[in-house]
C-alpha cells in the first residue's frame, strides 16, 4: 500500500499564510518515510485565475471516484480583494488583508494522485436548497424576517445576533447564492457516498453536505450541524457503524480545547461528547488543530490523529502531529505521547 498526504505549500513569514505556490504532495510506504512528490495544485499567474497567487487556499483534501477514475480535489477558497487584487507582485500580496467573505468551496480533478491537477472552479454549496434538518422552521424564520424588507442588511446587537444564528438568520441571508464553506474536510463512507463537511453561516453551524456521483458537485441533500456552536477544523471517521466527528472551537488561530461528537447517521442527530484531549495541554490540544483522521493499516478499528500546528508568523514552520485514538465506551480519547509507532 502507498499513503498519500497533501497539504498547503507554506513560505517563510506571514506571506505564507497565503498561496503562492500550490498544493504540496508527499508518498509513503510505511507512514514513516516520505518521498516528495511535488507541487500537485500550482497557484496561477493569470490575474483573471480565481487561485491567481496570493488567493487564500485552505484544508486541500483528495479523493478517489471509482465511477470516473478520477481524483478528486476539495479545498477552501478565499479569493484576494482591493485594489492590488490582480497583481502578482509579491510585495502587493503581503500587504493585502486577509478577507474571508468570499467562504468558497474550490474544485480540481487529475487523472494521477500525484496531479498535475486541474482547477475547475468554486462555488457556494446548495444554493436555493434547504437542508434535510429543520427546514420548516428555517421557512417559518424565513416568513417573520421578510415582513422586514431591508432585514438583510439589519445589525443585530450581540444577545440577538446569537439567538439569530442559532434559528439561521446568516442560512436565510445567502440562500439565494449557496451556504458559506470555509474550514472543510472529505469523508468517503462504506457506500461510496462522498461528504465534505465544512463550517459554514459566518462560522456559527456546521453543514455535512452530500457530493453527486463524480464527487464533482453537490447532490442536494445536506444538514446543518449544531446550530449556533462554532465549530471549524473538522475530521470524520467510522467505528462500529458509528460517525464520530473531531472538531476545534473558533478562536482564530490559536490552538483551543478539542470538540468530539457521534452519530448513528451522518445526516445525524449529532451529538456532542467532552474534549477527547486528556492530560497536561488537553486545554490547547497539545498545541493542533484537527485535520484528518487516519484508519491505520491493518488493524481495523483504530485510528491515528492527525493535527496542525499552525504557526502563522512564520507560516513554513507548521508542523502536524500524530496521536494513537483509544476509546472509553464511545468516548475517543487522545493522550500526548513522545514516542509511539503504529507497530504497537
Known amino acids: 500500500e502507498k499513503y498519500y498526504i497533501f497539504g498547503e505549500h507554506k513560505m517563510g513569514g506571514t506571506l ?22 511535488g507541487i500537485a495544485l500550482k497557484m496561477q499567474s493569470d490575474p483573471n485565475s480565481e487561485i491567481v497567487l496570493g488567493t487564500i487556499l485552505e484544508r486541500p483534501k483528495v479523493i478517489y471516484n471509482p465511477k470516473t477514475k478520477k481524483y478528486v480535489m ?38 494521477k494522485i500525484t496531479g498535475p491537477y486541474k482547477y475547475i472552479g468554486s462555488l457556494r454549496p446548495n444554493a436555493g436548497k434547504y437542508p434535510l434538518n429543520c427546514a420548516e422552521e428555517l421557512k417559518a424564520y424565513k416568513a417573520e424576517l421578510e415582513k422586514d424588507p431591508n432585514w438583510k442588511s439589519k445589525k443585530l446587537k450581540k444577545d440577538e ?16 447564492k449557496g451556504q458559506m464553506s470555509r474550514d472543510m474536510t472529505l469523508f468517503v463512507d462504506d457506500d461510496s457516498k462522498a461528504y465534505l463537511g465544512c463550517a459554514s453561516e459566518d462560522n456559527s453551524t456546521f453543514h455535512i453536505h452530500e457530493l453527486n456521483s463524480d464527487y464533482t458537485g453537490f447532490s442536494g441533500k445536506f444538514v446543518r450541524v449544531f446550530p449556533g456552536g462554532y465549530h ?4 470524520f ?17 490559536a490552538p483551543n480545547p478539542g470538540r468530539s461528537a457521534v452519530a448513528s447517521s451522518i445526516w445525524g442527530p449529532w451529538k456532542e461528547l467532552a474534549n477527547p484531549f486528556v492530560g497536561a495541554d488537553s486545554e490547547t490540544s497539545f498545541h493542533s488543530q484537527s485535520t484528518y483522521v487516519l484508519p491505520v493499516p491493518g488493524k481495523p478499528g483504530q485510528f491515528i ?27 475517543p480519547v487522545i493522550e500526548w505521547l513522545d514516542e509511539w509507532g503504529i507497530e504497537n
Open 16 to 37: 505564507g499564510n497565503k498561496a503562492v505556490v500550490g498544493v504540496h504532495c508527499y508518498s509513503s510506504k510505511d507512514l514513516y518515510n516520505w518521498t516528495d512528490e
Open 74 to 111: 476539495w479545498m477552501h477558497l478565499e479569493f484576494r480583494k482591493g485594489p492590488t487584487a490582480k497583481s502578482t507582485d509579491i510585495a502587493d500580496i503581503l500587504k493585502e488583508k486577509p478577507d474571508y467573505s468570499t467562504a468558497r468551496a474550490g474544485l480540481a480533478v487529475a487523472d
Open 161 to 176: 445576533y446569537k439567538k439569530a444564528m442559532i434559528k439561521g438568520f446568516a442560512f436565510l441571508r445567502d440562500f439565494d
Open 232 to 235: 471549524e477544523a473538522p475530521a
Open 237 to 253: 471517521f467510522k467505528k462500529g457503524g458509528k460517525y464520530y466527528m473531531f472538531s476545534s472551537h473558533c478562536t482564530g488561530w
Open 305 to 331: 490523529y492527525m493535527g496542525d500546528r499552525w504557526t502563522p508568523k512564520n507560516a513554513i514552520d507548521g508542523r502536524y502531529i500524530w496521536l494513537p485514538i483509544r476509546f472509553e465506551g464511545e468516548q
